[in-house]
Nanobody, 114 residues
Framework: VQLQASGGGLVQAGGSLRLSCAAS????????MGWYRQAPGKQRELVAH???????IYADSVKGRFTISRDNAKNTVYLQMNSLKVEDTAVYYC?????????WGQGTQVTVSS
């Protein structure tokens, strides 16, 4: 599985961005998809992902502001980010778990200015 993330950029606090992650390969539906982020000097952390049952799960820090969604027809997962905060600044990574193997995209930078 190859993952191509896009949509990052520079935005002011309070603004919005939508990240996209397009996945290669067949049968996208079997992939458990998620988004992670890594800020400078910090460990990579989960932002949002779909449970094995398909329900979205969010980190407490983004609940109510971020929404993960997927379009199986387009082999794409999205992360809509609203009410962005300076502390959301990080490189955002798309992740896919497929038959027990984990795959990562190249990351897309999100910078939120005050």
């Amino acid at each position: 599985v190859q993952l191509q993330a896009s949509g990052g950029g520079l935005v002011q606090a309070g603004g919005s961005l939508r990240l996209s992650c397009a996945a290669s390969g067949s049968d996208f539906r079997v992939n458990v998809m998620g988004w992670y982020r890594q800020a400078p000097g910090k460990q990579r952390e989960l932002v949002a992902h779909f449970s094995s049952g398909g329900s979205p799960i969010y980190a407490d820090s983004v609940k109510g502001r971020f929404t993960i969604s997927r379009d199986n027809a387009k082999n794409t997962v999205y992360l809509q980010m609203n009410s962005l905060k300076v502390e959301d600044t990080a490189v955002y990574y798309c992740n896919a778990i497929r038959y027990g193997r984990s795959y990562w995209g190249q990351g897309t930078q999100v910078t939120v200015s005050s």
